[in-house]
């Protein structure tokens, strides 16, 4: 087979022979998503895939594929490092094994001007490529092509300026041409600190709660001040000429009481602001870092214990991997992103993706607050970096190593509980949170709302900030996206269509990713794509809708129920081994009208039931006075044992589900350990019976308002001029 790089400028086809496609299409790129400003005629676009486009960037301008939504698929060839480091060898081309990535001679570079000799970084774990000298980028088998084109045209280098995977649309360019003025225009018009009157200066530093940041930090990191808004502005320089691609706004505002709620905003917008703020300031020898998550965090670490220091773009909620071949100098990385519990299990989860090796974690606790406010307080930097512990364990460990996690999760029993529902304050009731690395196991009748209501659920946490990822094998992509935004919106946008536009950019900062599947699906390469997609997008929930869909690949001559225990087990393992929040949608194995379902009516054996953490039911029939009417049951709690069962209103309008009214229907909470109550857990008497406290939310109307994401992680919108 015969694949096209398409020859910008000249706009002629180079076709390159690689035998190896012959039997393999290469895998498309994982793309980011961009900032559009799309005019409403425009149908949402993106969901499946649109053909391919390639990864590569142009003079020092990223091309992405543009997609309202980022979708991914399965890796076709998953590429090991042995494959990649074989394949080098056999093109001689000499490679560095470094901590994520392979660092190799750039290909795009004219020999006689590589200023560094290894600027080319392939990473090891998906072959994707950066050439920090050109900003070139894209897969595994793009670098393949581009190897083969030198080869065979006897080349010792190719011109970056004849790659771009697909030209850019007219819109695309004018989004692209309005980002760079916007970008401009805000930077040209914010005000250095330095040249703000010292009193001006001093309270735009309290807003902050930055007293202690002098103004010198502030200059050498460009910090300034964008007057119409009273916001920072954090510039991001990149590429070669270290121009201004984009700036991040931060707004303060106060609460009242001494709390201070910060909104960010960034251009281009926060899924394709790819700045690790600080960098610039980085020398080449420097083999030391502190790894924040904040720009704020970033400057407090520079002034008060003068080491290297940057800032994640989007806080802890993930690590791109584009952004590690800029970490790949670095012998020691100290990852310090915040305060809490959750800033904590990301720093764990960075570190392998950094190396284990090289990287140590400061342990949040009330001598280790955020790097800030450790300035704040005046703590000792040197003491608490010193300190941090080295991320790779030992496979056996004593209490001595564990009684500070024990005492860590003993005092913060909130956070150890989980990320709460905004929406389903039940749930948190029962469930107290969504934890990481659990396998929720959903079911309900046919029909009954399963994947309506688990829309609702997953969507509530991914605005919370919790990276989610879909796998919807039953309807498509645009179907569950349209119930999805619905359900953010809270109205029937069918109605409301001039409103399309403001949810749907809103909708889009979501960290909300969706597998292309459809239909029957072999598990392997359901778990590969989930996997892959962990470590791209730092994944915390994944959905499968449903369970089904894995079974017809599957061999039936032997028993289903084993099958079915097979699958269920390999979703246990991915949960438990990536750190990763499973939710698993799964029909019931028998429906029969007078009874209500229970763990029973899902699982082939008991073992099965053993590996779901939580079992969740949607419940149609009976245990309600409604005909009709749905609850919630949950009959399964491995987190603290609590089970129960609540109702449910259904709003057609909105496809939302909250707590009926107050007094019609009571919450019901089911005593005991959960397995007691499998069996007779809609029959049993129920033993404590609560006031439906749900009034409190009902009575606050869920309004437009609460649907808007206020997580710092995904920035409301300022609107500038
Ligand atoms: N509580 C409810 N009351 C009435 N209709 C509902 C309710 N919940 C969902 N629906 C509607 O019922 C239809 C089916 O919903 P959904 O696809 O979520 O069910 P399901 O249980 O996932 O179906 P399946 O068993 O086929 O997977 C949709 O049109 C949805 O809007």
Known sequence: MWRSLLLRGTTCLVQVATPRLLHQRPSPPLCARLLTRRPLHRPPCGLEPRGEGYFLAHGGTRAFKKDAKSSVEAPVSPTTITDIKQYLRTKEIPFHDGYSCLHTPSIFVEPSARRDSFSLFVDKTT?????????????WEDLQDCLEVMQKEEQDFLSPRVLLGYPESVEEQEDREWELREVQRIWSSSVPFSDLPEDEAQLIKTMFQITKISNATLKRFGVRLFKPTK??????FGGPDSSLKGVKLLSAQSTGTDKVIYNEATVPKCNSYYNLFGLPLV??????????????????????????????PRGFSCLPPILLPYLEQFKRVTLWLGDDIRS?????????????RRCSLVRPGESRPRPVEALDRGKNFGHIIKSSIPAAHKSIVSFKQLREDVYGELVNTEQVAGVKWGRFQELNRILKGHRKGELTVFTGPTGSGKTTFISEVALDLCMQGVNTLWGSFEINNVRLAKIMLTQFAMQRLEENLEQYDFWADKFEELALYFMTFHGQQNIKTVLDTMQHAVYLYDINHVIIDNLQFMMGQENLSVDKFAVQDHIIGAFRKFATNSSCHVTL????????????????????????SQEADNVLILQEKKLVTCPGRRSLQVTKNR???????FPLDFHKSSLTFAAPIKGRHKLRKLAGKPEDDEEEAG??????????KAAKATKTPRSVKKATPQTPQFPCVISFG
């Open 127 to 139: 072959g994707q490529f950066l050439c920090k000298d050109t900003l070139v980028e894209g897969s």
């Open 283 to 312: 020398g080449r020898m420097d083999a030391e870092v502190v790894l924040t998550g904040h720009e704020l965090d970033t400057l407090a670490v520079s002034q008060a214990a003068g080491l290297p220091s940057v800032a994640l």
């Open 344 to 356: 904590w299990e990301a720093s764990k989860i960075y570190s392998r993706k950094l190396g284990l």
């Open 639 to 645: 987190f603290d044992g609590d089970v129960g069962i």
């Open 585 to 608: 949608v799964i029909h019931p194995r028998k429906e029969e009208d007078d009874r209500e379902l229970q763990t029973a009516s899902i699982f082939g054996s008991a073992k099965a």
């Open 683 to 692: 029959e049993k008497e129920v033993k404590e019976v609560k006031k439906e």
């Open 231 to 236: 916001s920072l502005v954090f510039p991001w």
